[in-house]
């Protein structure tokens, strides 16, 4: 990436966990989103043989506002109970990812692999 040099980074785009978001670019900078973390994360658990059912459970009430790339992602983490929505049902993909929300997920991905 032009943007960044970071080890972190590079290792996790050349194991395909992370793609970017554009031509070269990473955006070090910009706040994750919860469609990008999901995507992310399906990927790293799809790395270590984990896959979720994305047909299983009920489609967030604000599905078309899922970008197309993490829709999978976004059901495959729902299915694991991994992920959720909001008390009405939605996914709220554009909204930025909280340190809780992250750390809240770290937590449960690991508990869930250690099982």
């Known amino acids: 990436y032009k943007d960044t040099?970071?080890?972190?980074?590079?290792?996790?785009s050349r194991l395909g966990l992370v793609y970017g978001v554009g031509k070269d670019s990473f955006a070090p900078e910009a706040k994750i989103t919860r469609e990008q973390m999901a995507a992310i994360l399906t990927r790293f658990l799809n790395s270590v043989?984990?896959?979720?059912?994305?047909?299983?459970?009920?489609r967030f009430a604000d599905h078309e506002k899922i970008s197309p790339y993490a829709r999978e992602s976004v059901y495959e983490l729902q299915s694991l109970g991994?992920?959720?929505?909001?008390?009405?049902?939605?996914?709220?993909?554009?909204?930025?990812?909280s340190r809780e929300q992250a750390?809240?997920?770290?937590?449960?991905?690991?508990?869930?692999?250690?099982?």
């Open 5 to 12: 040099n970071n080890e972190s980074v590079v290792i996790a």
């Open 103 to 115: 750390v809240a997920l770290a937590q449960r991905i690991h508990s869930f692999i250690e099982e």
């Open 82 to 97: 991994l992920m959720a929505g909001y008390n009405n049902n939605e996914f709220k993909p554009k909204t930025h990812a």
């Open 49 to 58: 043989d984990v896959k979720g059912d994305k047909t299983k459970g009920a």
